[in-house]
């Protein structure tokens, strides 16, 4: 059986430390997950590191593990940030979703010209919660130590002005004429894929964001709901990097 993993708080572990897990993750652990003394569990702190250990006692609200590994993941030589359009219903919160099954390491929020949905300034907070809560959600489920961060909404204007800030900006639009595939990774930095909404990335936006230093690629010869295309793109990115490490 595939060990839990929860979130907690702790600094510079060593093994035969016990560490307790508390408030709303330890809630979860004992009343929702049923984890029981003897079982072993994963404890990450979100920034990359975890341990693993039995879990010694529990009462309604907590649990006390003993650490018998440290464990690690080493920073990325490559950053990847999705800058993900809003769109209707769950589609946008698939994406966070998946984009954290698969290793982002970042997701900017895109208010885009054509997204139907607006985070309007009185419910923006809720609506980054959410999302939030559906990134550490997932890396719970996929195992990961390190939870991507989810930045406050942007602008396409205060989108292109993080471009610069990039080694790497890629503008997923179908009109694009280079393949996402044909591109060269750099060897360290933030790669940013922008990903449209579902009335796709705007004439203008993409104007302003290739003036900015990003490079328009398309994924495919159809095109991709918004809630797959970041999921491509990047699983594509990964291959390349594989690749071109060996």
Same mark, same amino acid.
Request: charged share 25%.
């Given at each position: 059986?595939?060990? %839990?993993?929860? *979130? ?12 307790? @897990? ?27 590191? /975890?341990?693993?250990?039995?879990? #010694? ?5 907590? #649990? ?11 920073? +990325?030589? *490559? =950053?990847?940030? $999705? ?15 998946? #984009? ?23 419910? %923006?907070?809720?609506?980054? /919660? ?15 130590? =390190? ?22 900006? &890629?503008?997923?639009?179908?009109? %694009?004429?280079?393949? *996402? !595939?044909?591109? !060269?990774? +750099? ?14 990335? $705007?004439?203008?936006? @993409? ?11 398309? &994924?495919?010869?159809?095109? #991709? ?7 491509? /793109? ?13």
């Amino acid at each position: 059986m595939t060990e %839990a993993l929860f *979130l907690a708080e702790f600094e510079d572990p060593q093994v035969g430390d016990e560490i307790t @897990l508390a408030g709303d993750e330890g809630r979860h652990a004992v009343a929702v997950r049923r984890i029981a003394v003897g079982e072993t569990i994963l404890l990450a702190d979100g920034a990359g590191a /975890a341990v693993r250990g039995p879990v #010694l006692s529990t009462d309604k609200a907590s #649990l006390v593990m003993r650490v018998e590994d440290v464990l690690s993941t080493p920073a +990325p030589r *490559l =950053r990847f940030i $999705a800058a993900q359009a809003l769109a209707k219903g769950d589609r946008a919160e698939l994406a966070v979703e998946v #984009l954290t099954e698969l290793g982002i390491d970042e997701v900017v929020p895109w208010q885009a010209s054509r997204s139907i949905v607006k985070w309007v300034p009185d419910r %923006a907070e809720r609506h980054l /919660a959410r999302w939030r809560s559906v990134a550490r959600a997932a890396t719970k489920q996929s195992r990961r130590f =390190r939870v991507p961060v989810v930045t406050v909404p942007m602008s396409t204007r205060e989108l292109a002005l993080r471009v610069p800030e990039t080694a790497l900006t &890629l503008v997923l639009h179908e009109g %694009a004429e280079r393949a *996402l !595939t044909s591109v !060269t990774l +750099p060897d360290a930095g933030d790669v940013m894929l922008v990903v449209g909404p579902e009335g796709g990335v $705007a004439p203008d936006e @993409l104007e302003a964001l290739v003036e900015a230093g990003g490079v328009a690629v398309k &994924l495919s010869d159809g095109v #991709l709901r918004t809630s797959t295309a970041g999921v491509v /793109a990047l699983a594509q990115l990964q291959a390349i990097e594989q690749l071109t490490a060996r």
